[in-house]
């Protein structure tokens, strides 16, 4: 029993930091996160950037060509908001922004 534990948290605790490490290294996201970013994209942001970002990009921003390197700027509009779009600080959680800027920031897995 207390092997069985101990052999279960070492297994954890190795698998973590290689998940991340190699996202941290390719700079690709998770297919569960741009899966989970694109139904929060669908509920919170299609109706004015559209169906997969799909629009016109005259007056919305075309978000297929938001910088990939800028999540800093992503996180930051999304939570203050910018012009037309409204703040989303007090709509969505920390998680839900982080698995949005999957989806954004890997054209929706385009380009992963
Ligand atoms: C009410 C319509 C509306 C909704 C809903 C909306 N946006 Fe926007 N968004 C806009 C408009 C308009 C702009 C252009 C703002 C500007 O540059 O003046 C914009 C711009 C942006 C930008 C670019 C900001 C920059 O740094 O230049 C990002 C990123 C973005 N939206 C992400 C999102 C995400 C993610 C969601 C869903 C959580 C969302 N938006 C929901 C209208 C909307």
């Known amino acids: 029993m207390t092997l069985s534990l101990h052999v279960r948290s070492a297994l954890l605790l190795l698998a973590l930091p290689v998940a991340s490490l190699a996202q941290a290294a390719s700079g690709r996201f998770e297919t569960a996160q741009i899966d989970a970013g694109r139904e929060q994209y669908n509920r919170t942001c299609a109706q004015c950037h559209?169906?997969?970002?799909?629009n016109a990009g005259t007056t919305v921003y075309d978000l297929r060509k938001f910088p990939v390197d800028q999540p800093d700027r992503f996180h930051q509009?999304?939570?203050?908001?910018?012009?037309?779009?409204?703040?989303f600080k007090e709509a969505l959680t920390p998680e839900q922004v982080a698995v949005l800027w999957a989806f954004v920031g890997s054209r929706g897995g385009k380009e992963n």
């Open 77 to 87: 509009s999304v939570a203050n908001g910018k012009g037309n779009m409204p703040s």
């Open 50 to 54: 559209g169906r997969n970002m799909v």
